[in-house]
């Protein structure tokens, strides 16, 4: 238990050696550190411990020794620690590689706290940190042992903060994937431990409880089945002493909360009927239930370990994002290679990336051409092709041939941290389904005690003898284990499979009402399209070549920066060179080329220098049309048009097929998103749409009792997002940063929203069923318990089987969790891989 284990603990005894009332170490004989806490003198065992216990009474935050569940570790070796060198996270070059900066002088930055033992620890925490000036938000993960820390760093510097969080007893660092592995580590080995330990005990207990069966029918001698008994009570008491001590532990702190949790009930009947059959053992009267207490014991954490490996599998997938980046990268300067810590990388650095090597930043590549693996962070399974002026992530990996790239962000703004700051805000939310089941759990709680109540007092009346073990039963056979694990494991294993097919969930409310969404709306541009011109067409209307047509027009588009230029000067190499160019802003290019003049732009502004526009059949509805003529003849149009992502098609009729109506929103001209819609099917589509007018017909969606999914390319869509019931953002490059989405479809891959709608819709059946089966389950088993027709033993078997089941039906959800794109480090042929992602 975490509260001190005997009264010496909790008062100074001159007469014998007390406990340190802060760490719960032996107090030194002589020694006279004391701190008065709630009007009683309170010994501590270093000047450690009375210096951490005098700043927490300061502070007023004494409720944490009412509270906490087990004893803080002792202070000494943390005071000198707060004292050295916290200084040193405050240099500009440290703070680079966790620390983000905000506007002016905002800061923001993941923590580890060691020492945090109970949820009261964090309670502690966050009020006491919270509490200093210029700290703007302290929120802690119990699970994760994570800190989420915003400062203003005109008024506070994290060192004062690490030193605060060493003030109160604890120690704090940034955070290291190294380490929270490790603690996964440490909490699967404790957990397999105390499986161990139950299970052990149960095989031997269980073989002991046969035999004394049979005896009851054959007959057995009062010494042995005395010297069994005694066995058994050995064997039981490791398991209930130890294997057991977290249901005790969390049914005391919900006791202090005046709350009833599902460990109330469970430690309950642990206890007694421990007690019981110890007394039964030790008076030599009575019946023995240690088979019901170690069974009992070894299936509920049996089916907690699954719970718990569902869950490690899920943040696992956010972990192996944290270990993308290398520890160093190769930096270029002066045309010379060295190798550097990725920590001291700046914007504006070049690096040289080897195949088979991981990108240490986000940049652009300037030099080389290659293909990327970005499978972990996108879920496509293809390497994409990458070429001078193309992004690059930080965390992909190269395949085939060198890289230079300059370095664009580092540190806290990288892609990958995005990522885990949205995975951090939607692991600290839970689900309203989950909600609901933990507000029935309560309930039923309380109804479970008042029936167990019932049923002693009936049976005390009809056969006192049985009454107990038929109550014991009662507890045992209705623990609401499987109604508590109904959510969890499933949200766990659908998050994890979706993150790794390259959806992300940003919100704990997101996969629940994405399975209930009736309505998705698209914009257009960036989302159902790439947002950037390609050229589509090419309409000769002269005795000249298509390639002589595109060739004078990148000759007179060179140099130009407008959207049209890009998509032209991309289409034709360069192979002519034009001279006496002159733009005129909203009309075209003028220029010569071997002689002649030539125009290109608005099918008027080519007119005007004397061409003449002959006749053509071509539908350019909705397309972008670019002229280019002489001085005597129109000689082609040009085609271009915001080009269509190639799963969209796909996609649209994966969400039809799915029972979902489909609309397109866009602020593009009516003409084009019309262009788009026919060409995509989706027959609802309005464009000229401002960012109001898309809110509006959202909301009138919404009073028709729609619940709408809107996707969007998470910045320009931004107060559309937040208007919708679940928001979905494209996530690629930058965008990912100021995304403030539900999800985030970091493929950018269409797909694998109808692949997340069906994983949300699968999710809640799970859930659905696991609700329905642990309902059913109590109300075959309950009047049967209560009848006296279900033995402690049965009752254990029973309830563990049904918890079991519950978690085994969550885990179907696994296998697709577990599929994980394989990273490609060695070199490879993709010479089909433009032509299967363009």
Same mark, same amino acid.
């Given at each position: 238990?975490?509260?001190?284990?005997?009264?010496?603990?909790?008062?100074?005894?001159?007469?014998?050696?007390?406990?340190?009332?802060?760490?719960?170490?032996?107090?030194?004989?002589?020694?006279?550190?004391?701190?008065?806490?709630?009007?009683?003198?309170?010994?501590?065992?270093?000047?450690?411990?009375?210096?951490?216990?005098?700043?927490?009474?300061?502070?007023?935050?004494?409720?944490?020794?009412?509270?906490?569940?087990?004893?803080?570790?002792?202070?000494?070796?943390?005071?000198?620690?707060?004292?050295?060198?916290?200084?040193?996270?405050?240099?500009?070059?440290?703070?680079?590689?966790?620390?983000?900066?905000?506007?002016?002088?905002?800061?923001?930055?993941?923590?580890?706290?060691?020492?945090?033992?109970?949820?009261?620890?964090?309670?502690?925490?966050?009020?006491?940190?919270?509490?200093?000036?210029?700290?703007?938000?302290?929120? $802690?993960?119990?699970?994760?042992?994570?800190?989420?820390?915003?400062?203003?760093?005109?008024?506070?510097?994290?060192?004062?903060?690490?030193?605060?969080?060493?003030?109160?007893?604890? =120690?704090?660092?940034?955070?290291?994937?190294?380490?929270?592995?490790?603690?996964?580590?440490?909490?699967?080995?404790?957990?397999?431990?105390?499986?161990?330990?139950?299970?052990?005990?149960?095989?031997?207990?269980?073989?002991?409880?046969?035999?004394?069966?049979?005896?009851?029918?054959?007959?057995?001698?009062?010494?042995?089945?005395?010297?069994?008994?005694?066995?058994?009570?050995?064997?039981?008491?490791?398991?209930?002493?130890?294997?057991?001590?977290?249901?005790?532990?969390?049914?005391?702190?919900?006791?202090?909360?005046?709350?009833?949790?599902?460990?109330?009930?469970?430690?309950?009947?642990?206890?007694?009927?421990?007690?019981?059959?110890?007394?039964?053992?030790?008076?030599?009267?009575?019946?023995?239930?240690?088979?019901?207490?170690?069974?009992?014991?070894?299936?509920?954490?049996?089916?907690?370990?699954?719970?718990?490996?569902?869950?490690?599998?899920?943040?696992?997938?956010?972990?192996?994002?944290?270990?993308?980046?290398?520890?160093?990268?190769?930096?270029?300067?002066?045309?010379?290679?060295?190798?550097?810590?990725?920590?001291?990388?700046? #914007?504006?650095?070049?690096?040289?990336?080897?195949?088979?090597?991981?990108?240490?930043?986000?940049?652009?590549?300037?030099?080389?051409?290659?293909?990327?693996?970005?499978?972990?962070?996108?879920?496509?399974?293809?390497?994409?092709?990458?070429?001078?002026?193309?992004?690059?992530?930080?965390?992909?990996?190269?395949?085939?041939?060198?890289?230079?790239?300059?370095?664009?962000?580092?540190?806290?703004?990288?892609?990958?941290?995005?990522?885990?700051?949205?995975?951090?805000?939607?692991?600290?939310?839970?689900?309203?389904?989950?909600?609901?089941?933990?507000?029935?759990?309560?309930?039923?709680?309380?109804?479970?005690?008042?029936?167990?109540?019932?049923?002693?007092?009936?049976?005390?009346?009809?056969?006192?003898?049985?009454?107990?073990?038929?109550?014991?039963?009662?507890?045992?056979?209705?623990?609401?284990?499987?109604?508590?694990?109904?959510?969890?494991?499933?949200?766990?294993?659908?998050?994890?499979?979706?993150?790794?097919?390259?959806?992300?969930?940003?919100?704990? =409310?997101?996969?629940?009402?994405?399975?209930?969404?009736? =309505?998705?709306?698209?914009?257009?541009?960036?989302?159902?399209?790439?947002?950037?011109?390609?050229?589509?067409?090419?309409?000769?209307?002269?005795?000249?070549?298509?390639?002589?047509?595109?060739?004078?027009?990148?000759?007179?588009?060179?140099?130009?920066?407008?959207?049209?230029?890009?998509?032209?000067?991309?289409?034709?190499?360069?192979?002519?060179?034009?001279?006496?160019?002159?733009?005129?802003?909203?009309? +075209?290019?003028?220029?010569?080329?071997?002689?002649?003049?030539?125009?290109?732009?608005?099918?008027?502004?080519?007119?005007?220098?004397?061409?003449?526009?002959?006749?053509?059949?071509?539908?350019?509805?909705?397309?972008?049309?670019?002229?280019?003529?002489?001085?005597?003849?129109?000689?082609?149009?040009?085609?271009?048009?915001?080009?269509?992502?190639?799963?969209?098609?796909?996609?649209?009729?994966?969400?039809?097929?799915?029972?979902?109506?489909?609309?397109?929103?866009?602020?593009?001209?009516?003409?084009?998103?019309?262009?788009?819609?026919?060409?995509?099917?989706? $027959?609802?589509?309005?464009?000229?749409?401002? #960012?109001?007018?898309?809110?509006?017909?959202?909301?009138?969606?919404?009073?028709? +009792?729609?619940?709408?999914?809107?996707?969007?390319?998470?910045?320009?869509?931004?107060?559309?997002?937040?208007?919708?019931?679940?928001?979905?953002?494209?996530?690629?490059?930058?965008?990912?940063?100021?995304?403030?989405?539900?999800?985030?479809?970091?493929?950018?891959?269409?797909?694998?929203?109808?692949?997340?709608?069906?994983?949300?819709?699968?999710?809640?059946?799970?859930?659905?069923?696991?609700?329905?089966?642990?309902?059913?389950?109590?109300?075959?088993?309950?009047?049967?318990?209560?009848?006296?027709?279900?033995?402690?033993?049965?009752?254990?078997?029973?309830?563990?089987?049904?918890?079991?089941?519950?978690?085994?039906?969550?885990?179907?959800?696994?296998?697709?969790?577990?599929?994980?794109?394989?990273?490609?480090?060695?070199?490879?042929?993709?010479?089909?891989?433009?032509?299967?992602?363009?």
């Amino acid at each position: 238990m975490c509260v001190p284990s005997d009264a010496a603990a909790l008062r100074v005894n001159e007469s014998m050696q007390a406990a340190c009332f802060h760490c719960g170490l032996p107090v030194p004989s002589g020694s006279r550190y004391q701190v008065e806490i709630e009007n009683t003198q309170r010994a501590m065992c270093c000047p450690g411990c009375q210096a951490v216990a005098a700043a927490i009474v300061d502070y007023g935050l004494t409720d944490f020794y009412r509270y906490r569940t087990e004893n803080s570790l002792t202070a000494q070796p943390l005071v000198p620690q707060a004292l050295r060198e916290l200084e040193l996270y405050d240099q500009p070059e440290l703070q680079r590689s966790f620390v983000r900066h905000g506007d002016r002088q905002l800061r923001e930055a993941s923590l580890i706290l060691e020492g945090i033992v109970c949820a009261a620890c964090l309670w502690l925490n966050e009020r006491h940190v919270g509490a200093l000036p210029g700290v703007i938000e302290f929120r $802690t993960n119990y699970t994760t042992r994570r800190a989420q820390v915003s400062w203003d760093d005109s008024r506070i510097h994290l060192s004062d903060i690490l030193r605060a969080i060493t003030e109160i007893g604890y =120690h704090a660092h940034p955070f290291d994937p190294g380490r929270q592995e490790a603690v996964y580590k440490k909490e699967r080995s404790i957990a397999l431990r105390r499986l161990a330990v139950a299970g052990l005990g149960a095989l031997q207990v269980m073989m002991l409880a046969v035999a004394m069966y049979a005896g009851d029918f054959y007959g057995m001698d009062v010494a042995l089945r005395t010297f069994m008994r005694w066995v058994s009570l050995v064997l039981t008491v490791p398991v209930v002493l130890y294997s057991a001590r977290p249901f005790f532990v969390a049914a005391a702190r919900d006791l202090r909360r005046a709350r009833l949790g599902m460990d109330v009930p469970v430690s309950f009947a642990i206890a007694a009927a421990f007690i019981a059959s110890a007394w039964a053992t030790i008076s030599g009267h009575g019946a023995v239930y240690f088979d019901s207490a170690t069974m009992f014991t070894f299936f509920l954490l049996s089916g907690r370990f699954l719970e718990m490996s569902a869950r490690h599998r899920a943040g696992q997938a956010t972990e192996e994002l944290t270990r993308l980046l290398p520890a160093t990268a190769t930096r270029i300067r002066g045309g010379e290679a060295e190798v550097v810590p990725v920590a001291e990388l700046a #914007p504006g650095d070049r690096i040289l990336i080897r195949p088979g090597e991981t990108v240490a930043a986000d940049g652009r590549v300037v030099a080389g051409e290659s293909s990327v693996d970005e499978s972990l962070l996108t879920g496509e399974s293809v390497p994409r092709r990458r070429a001078s002026g193309d992004e690059l992530v930080g965390g992909t990996i190269n395949v085939e041939s060198p890289l230079e790239m300059e370095v664009g962000r580092v540190g806290q703004e990288t892609v990958l941290s995005s990522i885990v700051r949205l995975l951090d805000r939607a692991q600290g939310e839970k689900p309203a389904i989950a909600l609901l089941a933990d507000r029935v759990a309560g309930w039923f709680v309380a109804a479970l005690l008042l029936l167990a109540a019932g049923v002693a007092l009936w049976w005390s009346q009809v056969r006192p003898d049985e009454a107990f073990w038929i109550t014991l039963s009662v507890l045992v056979v209705t623990c609401p284990c499987a109604l508590s694990l109904a959510t969890p494991a499933a949200v766990a294993a659908a998050s994890g499979r979706l993150t790794r097919g390259g959806l992300l969930t940003t919100r704990g =409310h997101a996969l629940e009402t994405l399975a209930r969404a009736t =309505h998705v709306v698209f914009d257009k541009t960036g989302t159902l399209t790439f947002g950037s011109l390609q050229l589509e067409d090419v309409i000769v209307l002269s005795a000249s070549s298509r390639q002589r047509c595109l060739d004078i027009a990148a000759a007179l588009e060179h140099g130009s920066e407008h959207p049209v230029a890009t998509a032209l000067s991309q289409a034709a190499p360069k192979s002519l060179r034009a001279s006496s160019l002159r733009a005129q802003p909203g009309r +075209g290019v003028e220029g010569e080329i071997e002689g002649t003049r030539y125009r290109i732009g608005s099918p008027a502004f080519v007119r005007d220098l004397g061409a003449v526009m002959p006749e053509y059949s071509a539908d350019l509805q909705g397309a972008t049309v670019v002229a280019l003529g002489s001085v005597d003849t129109l000689l082609a149009l040009f085609v271009l048009a915001d080009r269509v992502r190639p799963q969209a098609r796909a996609a649209i009729d994966g969400l039809r097929d799915l029972g979902l109506e489909v609309e397109l929103l866009s602020g593009d001209q009516p003409a084009a998103v019309a262009r788009v819609a026919a060409g995509l099917g989706i $027959t609802r589509a309005q464009g000229a749409c401002l #960012p109001a007018d898309k809110l509006a017909h959202i909301r009138r969606l919404q009073a028709d +009792g729609a619940v709408v999914a809107m996707v969007g390319d998470g910045v320009n869509d931004a107060p559309v997002l937040a208007g919708a019931q679940v928001s979905l953002a494209m996530g690629g490059g930058a965008q990912l940063a100021h995304a403030s989405a539900d999800m985030v479809l970091l493929s950018e891959n269409l797909m694998h929203l109808v692949d997340g709608v069906r994983t949300a819709r699968r999710t809640l059946a799970v859930i659905r069923q696991n609700l329905v089966w642990a309902i059913l389950y109590n109300i075959i088993a309950v009047p049967l318990a209560a009848a006296g027709l279900v033995a402690p033993w049965m009752a254990a078997l029973g309830m563990s089987v049904s918890s079991l089941l519950v978690v085994a039906n969550a885990l179907r959800l696994a296998p697709l969790s577990a599929v994980q794109p394989q990273r490609r480090r060695d070199a490879q042929d993709t010479s089909q891989a433009p032509a299967a992602i363009r």
